[in-house]
């Protein structure tokens, strides 16, 4: 199904396709343990059984009308606390890829979740194997609702959903564009253009600069509401956000959105 020729080095060069499977990076992470895949192997599903999300959420998708994949790359040039990096080039080439038909409308809602003003479309799950210090290898597995159209969640979407296309999306062109564009931005950050990578991140960062609510865990360990608004990242991917005159930094799981 997914023969396609992406005018790419290494991303999508080869393809592995799935009917259906449990979870598109754990047959990525079962390849990478029995063989040596090229850097850029695709693999790719119909039905994707259990997929995992970010926070342990089961990501749902209908057969054959969405996005479900995991690329394998090698960003050995990265150190594990260096990893945030690669989110940011991979949501940006995804973003890249869609940008031409969503009227500007798309965004990255921090860490790496793709939004269409305040619902979701996609997400990424990055999964990392160290070496030492550094990242041997990296599975990057990518759910993006494309031509589902009915959704159990009110906060989810599609592109047909929101930009509905007469005949829907193809999905072998849409991937080829998500595979050149991604190794655009994979290489732009093996190139070491770090700045440009992270002005373009803000620039598309869900939120960025606007005054919202947000929860945060306090010392007794309860959630509690805050207005604050984004003011950046730092090096190493947590979100700065200014709140009661004093900028504070969260990492994974230490803040979440009120939508």
């Known amino acids: 199904m997914y023969k396609i020729h992406p005018k790419t080095l290494f991303v999508g060069q080869k393809i592995h396709y799935l009917p259906s499977c449990q979870s598109t990076n754990d047959e990525a992470a079962q390849i990478i343990a029995s063989d040596e895949p090229a850097e850029g ?22 057969s054959g009308q969405n996005l479900t994949m995991s ?16 989110n940011m080039a991979v949501s940006l080439g995804i973003t890249d890829a869609l940008e031409s038909f969503t009227e500007g409308l798309l965004r990255i809602k921090w860490p790496n979740d793709i939004y269409v003003e305040n619902t979701k479309t996609g997400g990424i799950l990055i999964e990392n194997t160290l070496q030492g210090a550094g990242i041997a290898c990296s599975v990057i597995g990518i759910g993006l609702n494309v031509n589902q159209v009915q ?10 959903k ?5 005949d829907g999306y193809s999905l072998p062109s849409l991937l080829t564009t998500i595979a050149e564009r991604l190794e655009q931005r994979y290489l732009q950050l093996r190139a070491g253009k770090r ?5 373009a991140y803000l620039q598309r960062l869900f ?20 207005r604050g608004y984004i003011v950046g990242i730092d ?5 700065a956000i200014a709140t009661d005159n004093r900028i ?11 939508i």
């Not at 790719?44 to 342990?56: C, E, S, V």
């Not at 929101?162 to 007469?166: K, V």
Request: hydrophobic share 40%; net charge negative.
């Open 41 to 62: 192997l695709i693999v790719i599903t119909d039905a994707q059984l259990a997929g995992r999300g970010q926070r342990g959420n089961v990501w749902q998708a209908e």
């Open 195 to 199: 700045a440009d990578l992270k002005t």
């Open 71 to 86: 690329v394998i790359l090698r960003p050995s040039f990265l150190s594990a606390t260096e990893q945030f990096w690669l």
């Open 235 to 239: 090096e190493t991917g947590r979100l």
């Open 151 to 160: 959704f159990i969640y009110p906060s989810a979407t599609s592109l047909q």
């Open 162 to 166: 929101r930009f509905p296309m007469p």
């Open 248 to 258: 504070h930094y969260f990492g994974f799981k230490e803040v979440s959105f009120v």
């Open 207 to 226: 939120r960025y600069q606007e005054e919202h609510w947000f929860e945060r865990e306090d010392e007794q360990g309860y959630w509690q509401r805050f």
